[in-house]
């Protein structure tokens, strides 16, 4: 079963030992999206706002399933961690935005995040 590493160019610096998505294809497709967060392509800044960090990361979703010949409508699994519960009425807003009219499997988890500035990360699975 082939692997492929979904890096592209347009989003923030790898972290060591980590890749944006991964890959996993035979007779469908899997891609694994790694929890992403809103830094810029300059992987320095990010916004203060969770709306500014919440835009930035689903378009880097879309960015990732452009490069695997996907789209949002292709992903079935997502999970989200929110630095704060008063996050969880924007966060839906942001996911009817981008996810339509899809329906994927869903967790919100609510916890400290490994850097005080990110107000969200989201990891996503999608298949084709």
């Given at each position: 079963m082939?692997?492929?590493?979904?890096?592209?160019t347009?989003?923030?610096?790898?972290?060591?030992?980590?890749?944006?998505?991964?890959?996993?294809?035979?007779?469908?497709?899997?891609?694994?999206?790694?929890?992403?967060?809103?830094?810029?392509?300059?992987?320095?800044?990010?916004?203060?706002s969770?709306?500014?960090?919440?835009?930035?990361?689903?378009?880097?979703?879309?960015?990732?399933?452009k490069?695997?010949?996907?789209?949002y409508e292709?992903?079935?699994?997502?999970?989200?961690?929110?630095?704060?519960?008063e996050?969880?009425?924007?966060?839906?807003?942001?996911?009817?935005?981008?996810?339509g009219?899809?329906?994927?499997?869903l967790?919100?988890?609510?916890?400290?995040?490994?850097?005080?500035?990110?107000?969200?990360?989201?990891?996503?699975?999608?298949?084709?």
């Open positions: 082939p692997i492929t590493k979904h890096n592209p347009g989003l923030f610096p790898q972290y060591r030992n980590y890749s944006h998505a991964v890959e996993v294809s035979g007779d469908s497709r899997i891609l694994f999206i790694s929890g992403l967060n809103g830094y810029l392509s300059d992987g320095i800044t990010m916004p203060d969770f709306q500014e960090q919440g835009e930035i990361i689903w378009n880097y979703i879309g960015t990732i399933l490069s695997a010949g996907m789209g292709n992903i079935v699994s997502l999970r989200t961690y929110l630095s704060s519960p996050y969880d009425e924007p966060n839906v807003q942001l996911r009817m935005k981008y996810l009219n899809n329906e994927p499997a967790t919100v988890i609510c916890c400290q995040l490994l850097e005080s500035k990110w107000k969200l990360e989201i990891e996503a699975v999608a298949a084709i």
